[in-house]
T-cell receptor
Framework: AQTVTQSQPEMSVQEAETVTLSCTYDTSENNYYLFWYKQPPSRQMILVIRQEAYKQQNATENRFSVNFQKAAKSFSLKISDSQLGDTAMYFCAFMKFTGNQFYFGTGTSLTVIP | DAMVIQNPRYQVTQFGKPVTLSCSQTLNHNVMYWYQQKSSQAPKLLFHYYDKDFNNEADTPDNFQSRRPNTSFCFLDIRSPGLGDAAMYLC????????????FGPGTRLTVT
């Protein structure tokens, strides 16, 4: 079975600063997808960024980037120039290439402080 | 805009009274999912449909059932809700062309009285 671990239940960051959210996972699969999802308070979950395990290059989306370390099974999310709208619960998720099940971590609640 | 729609957004039911939550999508995605999310927890996958093929998670209680009459609609039936079933229920869709990125609906908040 796949497990996804987010060891930081809560984090805070000053507006305009950079913050890194950690995620580790356990799998015997070689090919898989990794995702970070954002769930703002009382709003729906949206995709922040995704990474295919076969790609060595770390994914980036504007202010969001990942540090994907396949051997270490680590997939951290860096948010640069944090904005108040980044305040949300962030979930790391894993999906095998075969099969469609998502495995979510327990989430990190991020608060951006003005 | 293409989207995932869940109705109702809030549902109150009585203990033991069957309830149905609905999800529809305009994305024409072939995979649809139902998750249960309790407060401050990760979403827990209940089951998913790959086209018409139903895939139940091993630990999903028999009390939860699902129907997918066509590509666009998927229903979650809770046959005899208990107090422990109070949660947010999330519907999501995906397709291979998007790398199975999941698109989530806004959720239905279920209260059991």
């Amino acid at each position: 079975a796949q497990t996804v671990t987010q060891s930081q239940p809560e984090m805070s960051v000053q507006e305009a600063e950079t913050v890194t959210l950690s995620c580790t996972y356990d799998t015997s699969e070689n090919n898989y997808y990794l995702f970070w999802y954002k769930q703002p308070p009382s709003r729906q979950m949206i995709l922040v960024i995704r990474q295919e395990a076969y790609k060595q290059q770390n994914a980036t989306e504007n202010r969001f980037s990942v540090n994907f370390q396949k051997a270490a099974k680590s997939f951290s999310l860096k948010i640069s120039d944090s904005q108040l709208g980044d305040t949300a619960m962030y979930f790391c998720a894993f999906m095998k290439f075969t099969g469609n099940q998502f495995y979510f971590g327990t989430g990190t609640s991020l608060t951006v402080i003005p | 805009d293409a989207m995932v729609i869940q109705n109702p957004r809030y549902q109150v039911t009585q203990f033991g009274k069957p309830v149905t939550l609905s999800c529809s999508q305009t994305l024409n995605h072939n995979v649809m999912y139902w998750y249960q999310q309790k407060s401050s927890q990760a979403p827990k996958l209940l089951f998913h449909y790959y086209d018409k093929d139903f895939n139940n998670e091993a630990d999903t209680p028999d009390n939860f059932q699902s129907r997918r009459p066509n590509t666009s609609f998927c229903f979650l039936d809770i046959r005899s809700p208990g107090l422990g079933d109070a949660a947010m229920y999330l519907c999501a869709t995906s397709r291979e062309a998007d790398g199975y990125e999941q698109y989530f609906g806004p959720g239905t908040r279920l209260t059991v009285t």
